[in-house]
């Protein structure tokens, strides 16, 4: 395990990547398009592709969490230590704003700006809150089994939430944090911050717990009956 300073490094650069991705793929995409469908396709397929390579490069190194709610997930199974948890979620924040800044920066936009898009609701919490829970399921799920295939696994599970919830999968506080300073095709308005998080971080516990039982490894099997006279292998 690398020691902390670059720990939260790569955390602060891969959140930072990865909403510079969002962002940047969000305009490119808008620009070129007329059709919503296929401006959320071209805002999908870069943000799958990202997360597959930031995981790969970055994991080894702070295990890629890039996320507050993940953060939070690892503290309470007690794979994180407590003093990192804090230190973790801000540069993830202050990561993903930094990515937002340079996203206008690239496209020649306003480099402050303030979102204007609604996205509030039940539909869009309730999609929230689904889209969180399948995340971590994935990433707990892949902890279990397959632990290589993590990165294809979230960049492949993004990339469908993306379409099949309502609120095109942020599944990130920061992510929806440093969205808010978008007004662009991927922005949040700030004021709908509030029950993007709260759905997230409900999501996010309940994957949680039912990952610990769905997961769990079956340490009490009853040993196979063995036929009198044969033996064992």
Known sequence: MADLSRRLAAEALGTAMLVATVVGSGIMADRLSDDVAVSLLGNT??????????????????????????????????????LAVL????????????????????FDLPVFQVAE?????ASQWTAEMVATFGLLLTILGGLRFRTEAIPMLVGLYITAAYWF????????????????????????????????????????LVAAA????????????????VPEGTERP
């Open 45 to 82: 397929i870069p943000t799958g592709a990202i997360l597959f390579v930031l995981i790969t490069i970055l994991g080894p190194i702070s295990g890629a969490h890039f996320n507050p709610v993940v953060t939070m997930v690892f503290a309470l199974r007690k794979e994180l230590e407590r």
């Open 87 to 106: 230190p973790y979620m801000l540069v993830q924040i202050f990561g993903g704003i930094a990515g937002t800044l340079v996203a206008h920066a690239m």
């Open 117 to 121: 898009t609604v996205r509030s609701g």
């Open 165 to 204: 919830t309502a609120s095109t999968s942020f599944a990130n506080p920061a992510v929806a944090i440093a969205r808010s300073l978008t007004d662009t095709f991927a922005g949040i308005r700030p004021i709908d911050l509030t029950g993007f998080i709260l759905a997230q971080i409900a999501g996010a």
């Open 210 to 225: 039912a990952a610990g039982w769905l997961f769990a490894e079956n340490r009490n099997e009853i040993p196979p009956i």
